[in-house]
């Protein structure tokens, strides 16, 4: 969508040109009665991910989901599916986009209370005049796809709040949208129900890959769904990014004030605090090269890795004073490294830090080493707040650092 704005009132227009002259939502809604809902919204939803908007209440996420199909009309702006304008669709052309690109679920579980399971989650097939037999067989396979198998016969009054609402999201499901919309759907359940609901959502969309579109006001929820996350204020749009960016960059104080709770540990991971490893041995170092190495390095010890940047082990301080007067470092000495990927998170490198007294390597997938982490480096992503990315991280590029076993030291490129 490309400049969207909605504004409620008789005298939008009016209204909207003064916002965009710099007048205040406040004074626009006491001139001219007007509600601001969206003001000059540009964003891209890419297919296949799931895309949470956030934000108090009256900022305007719920106004932009309905948007996107056209439940409410926008003031201004273009709103593109397949790089048609559907702002430019005529009412019978809407509809059919509707029930071919999009499907609803909504806070309120809005079920027809007199139809079973099957009958509600068949409904909009029968709307869509789907022979009988062929939507009971597509209403069977989301019903066993969301986990309602046995629950058929039953009627909305005998299921839990969780269960209506899976019924809900298999309605929705049932005429195999393109386009999931999501508006607050888990927030009237108790937190046990919701979490679970959450996973079963990811475990859904691994397997059928939706585009959903899903509006949230809490930051967890958020954090653990969203493959990328809008907040929004008054109105306005005022940051886009992948969770991990909303965290460690926010765009103004705020987004430092709304994602102030969250839990770092599991949104930053390997890739975004490890430091580079600008100082390494050589399998065929000496130790005496690899004790000089130690001692201008400032740590206690270094990763030992060959020709192909592959790990082959830890050496200590301790142990490079041990056979300092020898011509080769003995392997059998390599004490072994915990190892983790770039997406494992902070929470489990806390773990695998503490488990251990050497240092964590991250690994990319051909196993080379790209990064490192020990206890200073966990100490300081916890500790640097809103700037913990920008200060402790660095850009990884294609190729890996080099080595070079004639030199004593690592060359990163």
């Keep these: 969508m490309t400049g969207v704005s909605k504004i409620f009132g008789r005298q939008a227009g009016k209204a909207l040109a003064e916002l965009r002259k710099g007048k205040?939502?406040?004074?626009?809604?006491?001139?001219?009665?007007?509600?601001?809902?969206?003001?000059?919204?540009?964003?891209?939803?890419?297919?296949?991910?799931?895309?949470?908007?956030m934000g108090l209440s009256g900022s305007g996420k719920s106004t932009l989901l309905r948007l996107i199909n056209r439940l409410h009309e926008p003031t201004a702006g273009q709103i593109l599916i397949d790089d048609d304008d559907i702002t430019r669709l005529k009412p019978k052309a809407l509809r059919a986009l509707r029930r071919r690109k999009f499907g609803m679920v909504f806070q309120s579980f809005a079920l027809l209370p007199h139809r079973t399971v099957m009958g509600n989650v068949e409904f909009g097939l029968e709307i869509q005049g789907v022979p009988k037999a062929e939507r009971q067989r597509r209403?069977?396979?989301?019903?066993?796809?969301?986990?309602?198998?046995?629950?058929?016969?039953?009627?909305?009054?005998?299921?839990?709040?969780?269960?209506?609402?899976?019924?809900?999201?298999?309605?929705?499901l049932a005429a195999d949208p393109e386009i999931l919309l999501m508006?607050?759907?888990?927030?009237?359940?108790?937190?046990?129900i919701r979490s679970q609901l959450q996973d079963d959502l990811l475990e859904i969309q691994d397997r059928l890959g939706k585009t959903i579109v899903f509006v949230s006001h809490d930051l967890d929820e958020a954090l653990k769904l969203g493959n990328r996350i809008a907040i929004m204020r008054d109105g306005l749009l005022i940051?886009?990014?992948?969770?991990?960016?909303?965290?460690?960059?926010?765009?103004?104080?705020?987004v430092s004030a709304f994602v102030e709770g969250a839990d770092r540990t599991q949104v930053l991971t390997a890739s975004q605090i490890m430091r580079q490893p600008t100082t390494t041995g050589h399998i065929k170092d000496s130790p005496r090269t690899l004790l000089r190495?130690?001692?201008?390095?400032?740590?206690?010890?270094?990763?030992?890795?060959?020709?192909?940047?592959?790990?082959q082990g830890y050496v200590g301080l301790d142990e490079a004073i041990r056979q300092r007067d020898?011509?080769?470092?003995?392997?059998?000495?390599?004490?072994?490294?915990?190892?983790?990927?770039?997406?494992?998170?902070?929470?489990?490198?806390?773990?695998?830090?503490?488990?251990?007294?050497?240092?964590?390597?991250?690994?990319?997938?051909?196993?080379?080493?790209?990064?490192?982490i020990d206890k200073s480096t966990l100490l300081a992503a916890l500790a640097q707040g809103d700037n913990t990315t920008g200060d402790i991280t660095n850009e990884n590029s294609a190729d890996p650092p080099r080595v070079d076993p004639e030199t004593d030291d690592a060359e990163i490129a």
């Design 24 to 53: 205040t939502k406040r004074e626009v809604q006491q001139a001219h009665n007007a509600v601001v809902g969206t003001l000059d919204v540009s964003l891209e939803i890419r297919s296949g991910e799931i895309f949470v908007i």
């Design 239 to 254: 940051q886009v990014g992948t969770p991990e960016e909303i965290i460690a960059h926010p765009a103004d104080d705020y």
């Design 183 to 192: 508006d607050e759907a888990f927030s009237a359940l108790d937190p046990l």
């Design 139 to 172: 209403a069977q396979e989301v019903i066993e796809t969301v986990g309602l198998a046995g629950y058929e016969t039953r009627y909305a009054s005998e299921l839990s709040g969780g269960m209506q609402q899976r019924v809900g999201l298999a309605r929705a």
């Design 293 to 311: 190495k130690i001692e201008r390095s400032g740590f206690g010890g270094l990763v030992v890795v060959d020709n192909g940047r592959q790990v």
């Design 326 to 372: 020898q011509e080769r470092l003995d392997p059998g000495s390599l004490h072994p490294l915990p190892v983790a990927d770039p997406d494992t998170n902070l929470s489990d490198l806390i773990n695998l830090v503490t488990e251990k007294t050497s240092p964590v390597v991250v690994l990319d997938p051909r196993q080379r080493l790209i990064g490192v």
